[in-house]
């Protein structure tokens, strides 16, 4: 599902500021595309942290075959003996956070059906009380699965590259600097940060 804001963040962030109107109509037709139910979304961020691609990908296999015939939900997942998910190949820290997720899940401290209602600040911080959830696999999570618009992941090591390259004659800015220079896109920051990515790899990321 491609974002209803997604014509409308375009045009205005390619009106204020020339280099993001160039990277616009480079990926012109091209979306951002949410995909994945929250609870998986989630439990595949855990699964590939700090492993390649690959790894990721065969753990996430094996993960999804241990399950019943129900898939991925909290309380399947919380149902299969912690020696079973080691034999993922998950590491015994990880299984400890997808146990934490879906026992947030189950317990109804994390309210996916009241999200729409709620800030992004607020659901950040209901998804980093999380064990195994900090701020920067939020922010991914609200950009790639939630699709809000005006998400700025400043800790984000691609987005300060893309910067540094584009506005910045290579230089990196600084945090606060990088927080500055994101002012220019509001309400689209989510959308500007998108393209920067792009810039440094044209495939888009499916989270």
Not at 146 to 155: M, N
Not at 160 to 184: I, M, N, W
Request: with cysteine; charged share 20%; hydrophobic share 45%.
């Amino acid at each position: 599902m491609i974002p209803a804001y997604w014509s409308q963040a375009l045009s205005e962030l390619a009106e204020r500021d020339p280099v993001m109107a160039a990277l616009v109509e480079r990926y012109r037709g091209v979306a951002l595309v949410s995909r994945g139910e929250p609870f998986v979304t989630l439990v595949r961020s855990i699964v590939g942290q700090q492993i390649s691609v690959k790894a990721a990908d065969s753990v996430w296999m094996r993960l999804l075959a241990t399950l019943p015939a129900g898939g991925l939900t909290p309380a399947a997942l919380l149902t299969q003996p912690t020696p079973l998910l080691r034999a993922c190949g998950l590491s015994a820290r990880k299984v400890e956070y997808l146990q934490d997720l879906a026992r947030h899940f189950v317990q109804g401290r994390i309210r996916v059906g009241q999200w729409a209602t709620m800030s992004d600040a607020e659901i950040v911080a209901e998804l980093t009380a999380v064990r195994g959830v900090g701020v920067w696999t939020a922010e991914m999570f609200l950009i790639f699965n939630q699709l809000r618009p005006d998400i700025f992941p400043v800790d984000d090591i691609g987005m300060q590259k893309a910067v540094a390259r584009l506005y910045c004659d290579g230089e990196r800015p600084g945090r606060r600097a990088l927080l500055e220079h994101g002012e220019r896109w509001r309400p689209w920051r989510s959308v500007a940060t998108w393209h920067l990515w792009r810039s440094l790899d044209p495939l888009p990321v499916e989270y």
